[in-house]
């Protein structure tokens, strides 16, 4: 039995909820999967996990191994990569995750560069909405919208995004551009929404800050879907500013109370604080950050132009 093998088919099947997806997941066949586990059991002496039908529970005896055999791979893996040189040169695998959207507009094309500069870097980019825990996944990069919790992690501020409120040039001809929020009753509206439902939408700032409630024509839960149906011209929409950028620009859709917008909100790329920061992670948040921070001023200046047009 190769122990450290046995040990990393443990953890896969542990963290991804059964055998069958563990070896889905490490594209080992799902005999060996469990040959593995059941080998370790026999050497341990001691029954780690009860298999039912649905999922894997750990014994307590499970509980406290895993958890060893954690900091054991851990400690390994990073011996191996200061072995291997990646503290000399950029090389190895990053794990970066991004919001879904703004990932694929802005984030993986800069990654696309990096590639092709650090050809001994490889990229496994997460594209999800949930926040991602950065220890717990081992994640090396991740990019954040919004403002951040007080915690370990070290920030590098790329810029800001903004909540905007837009509607096709077709629509405002057709219904007139609101002049005020409280203007938006009388527009048809788009909410970006799924099963539970959001039609609060704030305007402004400090004592001018106000919401509106707003009775929506059409709702879906993509933000390239809202995008869509503002194009059409079914009503006025809310997005995020990098989301409707290059729509804006293209003269498919204008923005509107602009005036009444609310606060900014940052965008960081975290990573969590390292004795010794590796170079393929270092290399990147040079690399990315100064790009995305262009980026983004570039999606302002999308809105700027259209507010002169």
Known sequence: MDRFEAMRTLIAAVDWGSLSA???????????VSRRVSDLEAHLGTQLLVRTSR?????????AYVASVRRVLEELGE????????????????????PIMFGKLHVAPIVHEFLGVYPDVTVRLVLADNMVDLIENHVDVALRIGQLPDSSLIAKRVGHI?????ASPDY???????????????HDCIAFEGLQTYRSWPFGVGPNATVVTIHPRFSVNTADAVIAGAVAGLGCARMMSYQAAQTVADGGLTPILERYAPLKTPVHLVHAAQPLQPLKQRAFMEFVAPRLALALERVERAFDLAADR
Do not use: F, M
């Open 79 to 98: 011996a191996e990569r200061v072995a291997s040189g990646e503290y000399r040169a950029p090389r190895g695998e990053l794990l970066v995750t991004a």
């Open 162 to 166: 903004r909540w905007v409120i837009c």
């Open 172 to 186: 405002l001809e057709r219904r007139g551009s609101p002049t005020a929020p409280a203007a938006l009753a009388d």
């Open 55 to 63: 999922k894997l529970i750990l014994t307590e005896a499970g509980t």
């Open 22 to 32: 563990a070896s889905r997941a490490i594209g080992v066949p799902l005999p060996t």
